[in-house]
Nanobody
Framework: QVQLVESGGGLVQAGGSLRLSCAAS????????MAWFRQAPEKERELLAA????????YYKDSVKGRFTISREDAKNTLYLQINSLKPEDTAVYYC??????????????WGQGTQVTVSS
């Protein structure tokens, strides 16, 4: 099992940047496929980016390619999401998620509590 805690959200101006962090505890995060999701008010949760166990397979939602970068630092058991050129439509609660096994787009089992990102304009 793994526990996930997100941080790094906040209120930012459009065009700004944020780096979200997801600290994993329990089993090493290096044994999990991990991902970032977000959920805006009255909208479904959407997968933004995912990274395989080895870090050599990465998925990005088409609409965020070029602005969002997923990375992991196994020595710190931490997953990151760098977000550049923030837009008001990026406003949402951002969640970290993890699963065992391969397949970046398969259902995720473990979830953090989320961190709020609000982009003003």
């Amino acid at each position: 099992q793994v526990q996930l805690v997100e941080s790094g959200g906040g209120l930012v101006q459009a065009g700004g940047s944020l780096r979200l962090s997801c600290a994993a505890s329990g089993r090493s995060s290096s044994t999990y496929t991990m991902a970032w999701f977000r959920q805006a008010p009255e909208k479904e949760r959407e997968l933004l980016a995912a990274m395989g166990k080895s870090g050599d397979t990465i998925y990005y939602k088409d609409s965020v390619k070029g602005r969002f970068t997923i990375s992991r630092e196994d020595a710190k058991n931490t997953l990151y999401l760098q977000i550049n050129s923030l837009k008001p439509e990026d406003t949402a609660v951002y969640y970290c998620a993890a699963r065992t096994g391969g397949g970046l787009l398969l259902p995720y089992v473990y979830w953090g509590q989320g961190t709020q990102v609000t982009v003003s304009s």
